[in-house]
Nanobody, 129 residues
Framework: QVQLVESGGGLAQAGGSLRLSCAAS????????MGWFRQAPGKEREFVAA????????YYAGSVKGRFTISRDNAKNTVYLQMNSLKPEDTAVYYC??????????????????????WGQGTQVTVSS
């Protein structure tokens, strides 16, 4: 089992940047593909970005592609989400999640929240216009 704790959320102005971190404990993070999701008030939780357990493969939702970057440091058991050119519509609670691949692949990742086994408690990101 793995425990995930997000940090780095807060208030930013439109056009600004924030960097979210997701620290893992309990098991080594390199076992898992990782993802970031977000949930705005009154909306369903949606996929933001995913990264394979090796870090070589990344994938982004169209709404954030070119603005957000997901990365990982397996030695530090941490995953990051660098968010640039923030927009008010990026306002949401951001969650990181861990997905144990169904097969032994360093390139596996998922965009489906039902595939993810463990979730953090979330961190609030608010972008003002």
């Amino acid at each position: 089992q793995v425990q995930l704790v997000e940090s780095g959320g807060g208030l930013a102005q439109a056009g600004g940047s924030l960097r979210l971190s997701c620290a893992a404990s309990g098991r080594t993070l390199s076992t898992y593909a990782m993802g970031w999701f977000r949930q705005a008030p009154g909306k369903e939780r949606e996929f933001v970005a995913a990264i394979s357990r090796s870090g070589d493969i990344t994938y982004y939702a169209g709404s954030v592609k070119g603005r957000f970057t997901i990365s990982r440091d397996n030695a530090k058991n941490t995953v990051y989400l660098q968010m640039n050119s923030l927009k008010p519509e990026d306002t949401a609670v951001y969650y990181c999640a861990a997905d144990r691949p169904p097969f032994n692949s360093d390139s596996y990742y998922s965009t489906s929240r039902i595939q993810y086994d463990y979730w953090g408690q979330g961190t609030q990101v608010t972008v003002s216009s």
